[in-house]
């Protein structure tokens, strides 16, 4: 069994440890401590005479702190240790570790505390095998402080770690030699700053007299704060509340203030997406608009601040296209990888217009629609121009970076996600078929920006009639008469890609789908050949390709059963949308917190557990979404104006469930709904909303 790993984060910086909270570098896991994209930390070892120490327990204080009670040598809960020793580790704009040595017996002891620190400067996107570096280690034992410094031309990294306490440093570490008293302690405080310098240029040091236990006291208001702005979940399942408590949590924690703009906004989820990812930023925040609203406007914002404006190969940039992914590191500034700033998707342009206007239903803010006007524009004029390669009216993808670029373009992104049902990938540029949903959606709402705030009435109809025609067209084409659910994709010359999968799940959501398929649509996704019992899988079971492990194979994932249920629901497939729901419910109640990214295709009745996937992160920001989105969706949130509808529709057992001050442009309101049980004579327990 692999050791557990252990993480404090705060938005992009985040260290992970094995369960003694030692840091060694492991090619399989991103072990050490980061912050935009750089490990600053690579070792971190602390011993006493020489000796490792063994994990007696373990308290997860918020997710920016934890505190180990550890023992020389082998540990047990019986073990007579004569010391034992604590450490509390932080991390904020620094990394903090204050150290406790316990002397258990009735005489002084003396010690010799050791920590052994290194730093490879590493990129995140090279943990496997990262190159070499000339690191420069300055021992400073008079201030208490190691300095490791690396320079490459104008980029700079420098690791500071400063000591409270007497230390003798050495190129590779710090050693204390200690004498504590009889049944005493003694205790040091190291502080480990991280310094950008050059591209990204940022100090992220705080000295050891700058109030560190103020900043954690800060954290913590935050946090608390966080928790009291979002709404309240009154459940009569205590299990549901405390996911609830916990997703907020979780979320919180998944927040970064980036170096261009001021705001706090989602990054992708740890351990390997903790940047900016266009797709996963837009989803979040669509998952979390009754909840947490706050976290739309800097995401639209920083990406229209890094919106297209060229035509270039290497990062697949267009002029229009909203940005995938989003880089501070070494390897994305020297262009080595193209992430620092890359445009690889064809989803996140009209996402980019449907988060926009979804916000303004939602609070009201139409100064930020005026001001986020002409990176609209641009986002729509994409679709049409840049998007439609071949120019029959379709968005489609095709990697021009041949090296680095990524073969699919769209949410399912890995390498053979895009397949028919005999398993065999179609010839590029590719049309996936729920990027034209959004293209569809995208243009609806932005016909309704242009008539209401752009005072472009013209544009307005323009764009409605393109939409109308694009449905029609998309109805035509992908649709699968003989089979009786829409294709997931068109080849260049047409062709149907005709697997069966989660992806016409997104085509309900956009409200493309022709009113006299959605039956169809729907009946397909609650099959026993998608849905596994815990949620729609990604490919059906049946095609070629299926693999109930493989991340876009077979797999379950929260964010896209998210999406999907918000699409049964918009055409009255309420059932459906429960159904997926409750398994997905469970799914977080059996696991518990964060919630998973992805988990195994098996049936329930296989496994009567839901199977965690090595690959999948935890906490991510589109899966700890996606909880609040699927409670939006049961109790039928929606803004009408001034107004918040609800209308409910539970899971059967779920009982009562209340949320209480959600807010919106009705300031605050409260929505309640009941499951339907047998006896129920209505088809709904009665949508209520109570202004606040």
Not at 52 to 67: G, I, P, Q
Not at 309 to 324: Q, S, T
Not at 559 to 576: F, H, K, P, T, V
């Amino acid at each position: 069994m692999k050791q557990e790993l252990v993480n404090v984060l705060t938005g992009n910086s985040f260290a992970v440890s094995d369960a003694q909270g030692d840091m060694t570098p492991d090619p399989l896991a991103p072990i050490g401590l980061f912050s935009f994209d750089t490990r600053f930390l690579s070792r971190w070892v602390l011993t006493i005479d020489g000796k490792r120490l063994k994990a007696l327990s373990r308290d997860e204080m918020t997710y920016f702190e934890t505190r180990f009670v550890l023992v020389p040598g082998a540990a047990s809960h019986y073990v007579d240790a004569d010391v034992s020793v604590i450490r509390h580790r932080s991390i904020d704009d620094s990394f903090n570790e204050r150290i406790v040595v316990l002397n258990h017996s009735a005489e002084p002891a003396d010690y010799t505390v050791r920590m052994e620190i290194a730093s490879d400067f590493a990129d995140t996107a090279e943990i496997k095998e990262p190159r070499e570096r000339r690191i420069v280690a300055v021992p400073m034992s008079a201030e208490g402080q190691l300095r490791l410094t690396y320079q490459r031309e104008r980029f700079g990294r420098e690791t500071v770690v400063s000591s409270t306490a007497p230390v003798e440093v050495d190129p590779d570490g710090m050693t204390f030699r200690i004498r504590v008293p009889p049944n005493g302690s003694w205790t040091t405080d190291l502080n480990i700053g991280m310094v950008l310098r050059g591209a990204g240029a940022r100090d992220l040091r705080s000295s050891l007299e700058a109030h560190r236990e103020q900043v954690r006291r800060d954290m913590r208001e935050d946090l608390r704060r966080w928790h009291e702005r979002a709404p309240k979940l009154v459940a009569e399942h205590d299990g549901l509340r405390a996911a609830y408590e916990g997703t907020l949590a979780d979320l919180a924690a998944l927040r970064y203030t980036p170096l261009s703009i001021r705001g706090k906004l989602p990054v992708g989820g740890l351990p390997w997406a903790m940047a900016l990812y266009g797709r996963d930023a837009l989803i979040t925040c669509l998952e979390t608009l009754p909840f947490t609203p706050e976290l739309a406007p800097p995401t639209l914002r920083l990406l229209a601040l890094g919106q297209g404006g060229r035509l270039d190969d290497h990062r697949e940039e267009e002029p229009g296209k909203i940005v995938a992914e989003y880089r501070y590191g070494e390897n994305a500034v020297f262009g080595e990888s193209p992430t620092y700033l890359h445009y690889s998707a064809a989803d996140t342009t009209p996402l980019f217009v449907i988060l926009l206007d979804e916000y303004e239903r939602w609070s009201g803010d139409a100064d930020l629609v005026r001001e986020l006007r002409h990176p609209a524009r641009m986002a729509l004029d994409w679709i049409d121009e840049y998007g439609d390669i071949l120019g029959d009216g379709y968005v489609r993808y095709q990697r021009r970076n041949t090296r680095t670029g990524l073969e699919n373009q769209c949410w399912k992104n890995s390498p053979g996600a895009i397949v028919d049902a005999e398993g065999r990938a179609p010839a590029l540029p590719r049309a996936v078929c729920e990027v034209q949903g959004y293209a569809y959606d995208a243009k609806r709402r932005g016909a309704r920006l242009a008539r209401e705030f752009w005072d472009d009435p013209v544009y307005a109809d323009r764009l409605e009639r393109e939409a109308a025609e694009l449905k029609a067209r998309f109805n035509r084409d992908f649709w699968l008469p003989h089979r009786e659910y829409y294709a997931l994709a068109l080849g260049p010359d047409g062709e149907p890609v005709d697997a069966l999968a989660s992806n016409m799940g997104h085509l309900l959501w956009s409200g493309i789908v022709a009113e006299q398929h959605a039956e169809a649509v729907a009946r397909h996704l609650l099959g026993p050949r998608l849905f596994s019992g815990w949620g729609v899988r990604t490919l059906a079971d049946g095609q070629r390709a299926y693999n109930p492990v493989g991340a876009h194979l077979g797999s379950v994932w929260p964010s896209d059963n998210a999406i999907i249920a918000a699409g049964l629901r918009r055409y009255g497939c309420d059932e459906a949308a429960a159904r997926i729901a409750a398994g997905i419910f469970d799914v977080v109640q059996m696991l518990g917190n964060p919630v998973p990214e992805v988990i195994a295709g098996y049936h329930r009745d296989l496994t009567r557990f839901p199977v965690q996937l090595p690959h999948a992160g935890r906490p991510q920001s589109w899966s700890s979404g996606a909880l609040l989105m699927l409670l939006g969706t049961v109790l039928g949130l929606a803004p009408c104006g001034e107004n918040l509808l609800v209308n409910p529709a539970l899971p059967r057992g779920a009982g009562r469930i209340e949320l209480l001050d959600v807010p919106g442009r009705w300031g605050h309101a409260d929505a309640y709904g009941r499951d339907r049980t047998p006896g129920d004579r209505d088809s709904h327990p009665g949508p209520a909303a109570r202004p606040r």
